[in-house]
Nanobody, 124 residues
Framework: QVHLKESGGGSVQAGDSLRLSCAGV????????MGWFRRPPGKEREFVAA????????FYADSVKGRLTIYRDNPQNMVFLQMNHLKPEDTAVYYC?????????????????WGQGNQITVSS
């Protein structure tokens, strides 16, 4: 069992930066790959970024490459999403999620545990 809790969301202006944090409560946190997903207003949930359990491999949606960075601190059971040059289209509820596996990090169906979500609003 992995309990996840996001923090760090809020309302910002276009071009600003934010860092989302996800705290994992589990003895097995370091065995889980981690991902960030988001649900924009009126749209389906979409993949944002993922990181392997070791932190060596990362994956990004094309829409966020070069602006968002995922990284993790396993001793602290934390995963982060550094978000730079934010755009209004980044407005969404952001979720962190965890799964044990090495393939298909973009597929939300592969994830076993989810956080409660954290709102980010980017104004133009």
């Amino acid at each position: 069992q992995v309990h996840l809790k996001e923090s760090g969301g809020g309302s910002v202006q276009a071009g600003d930066s934010l860092r989302l944090s996800c705290a994992g409560v589990s003895r097995s946190f370091t065995r889980h790959a981690m991902g960030w997903f988001r649900r924009p207003p009126g749209k389906e949930r979409e993949f944002v970024a993922a990181i392997s359990y070791s932190g060596e491999d990362t994956f990004y949606a094309d829409s966020v490459k070069g602006r968002l960075t995922i990284y993790r601190d396993n001793p602290q059971n934390m995963v982060f999403l550094q978000m730079n040059h934010l755009k209004p289209e980044d407005t969404a509820v952001y979720y962190c999620a965890a799964f044990i596996g090495q393939s298909g990090p973009e597929d939300p169906g592969n994830y076993d545990y989810w956080g409660q979500g954290n709102q980010i609003t980017v104004s133009s």
